[in-house]
């Protein structure tokens, strides 16, 4: 089990044994994909054998095929940033002007800015003007963890056996063969009723957009490929997901600790979609039993954990 490297809005973590309960019990032997990653939760807890990862964001993919093709640069790199206020200032306007002179992937540089700046700017968010620059203002964090060196390698092992794009998600009707599974998490709906549903910038998630992604979803269940998506639990996604043959829609509760609006902290319902057969899928108490056999990992002796391990296999 490796760990996301980024800190990500809408990061998938805590919600992972619901995600991993819906999938068929032989997820492992199957080739897995993730079009919208982010921060990639689900990927990196999974570790899959092969697949694809992709994400409309050039910046992020930037970072991650670094990660995969150029860890020890990147580390390197990475290691001479300062948690200092001036710093920080002029690190943003390094990183704003690489993106507005335009840049070829891979680009050290960039991704080494990156992560700086997603482990020293308030809140660990990750946002854009309209622009497309980075705005977000110094974190005053003690003692941040810029370089997790252990784990960036971890992640760049994932990401080796991995083919990554930088593309709109439909790139999965191109990639995804029969019996494949795939794990969408789009940008979700708004859940204040005041909230607009209309795009304002080119990052945004449109109400076409999400009725294109439930297009692609019938036209992987038509093909045999499996998928899983999650979205805010509101009604026009509902309504796009409601009644069609072979789909099964289930509500969950997550935290959501990254939102910029303080008052939505805090539990709110979420959707998850599937067409993975109810009797295929693992099931709730032997995913929590995975998902959690793998956060006792760091705590155990080798010894015990290859008998714990064991144990949560056999029962699957
Ligand atoms: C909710 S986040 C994914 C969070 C991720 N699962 C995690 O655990 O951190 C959605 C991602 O979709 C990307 N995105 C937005 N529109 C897209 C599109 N049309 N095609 C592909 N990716 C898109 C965004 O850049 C963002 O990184």
Known sequence: MAEPILKWAGGKRQILHEIVALMPKDFRNRTFHEPFFGGGAVTFWMEPKRGTIND?????????????????????????????????????????????????????????????????????????????????????????????????????????????????????????????????????????????FTSYSKEDFSKEDQERLRDVCLELHEKGVYFILSNSYVKPIRELYEGIEGFRISKIYAKRPINSKADRRGEVPEMLVTNVPTELQLGRERAKLLVNSDKSKALMTSKSLIEYLTVAERSI
Request: charged share 35%.
């Open 56 to 196: 409309i964001n050039p910046k992020l993919i930037n970072f991650y095929v670094v990660v995969r093709d150029h860890v020890d640069e990147l580390i390197e790199d990475a290691k001479r940033h300062k948690n200092e206020k001036e710093y920080f200032y002029k690190a943003r306007a390094e990183f704003n002007e690489i993106v507005r002179n335009g840049f070829e992937i891979p680009n050290i540089r960039l991704a080494s800015l990156l992560l700086y700046l997603n482990k020293t700017a308030f809140n660990g968010l990750y946002r854009e003007n309209r622009k497309g620059e980075f705005n977000v203002p110094f974190g005053r964090y003690k003692n941040p963890k810029i370089v997790d060196e252990e784990r960036l390698r971890k992640a760049s092992e994932v990401l080796k056996k991995l083919d990554i794009y930088n593309e709109d998600f439909t790139y999965i009707l191109r990639v995804a063969k029969p019996g494949d599974l795939v794990y969408f998490d789009p940008p979700y709906h708004p859940v204040s009723e005041t909230a607009s």
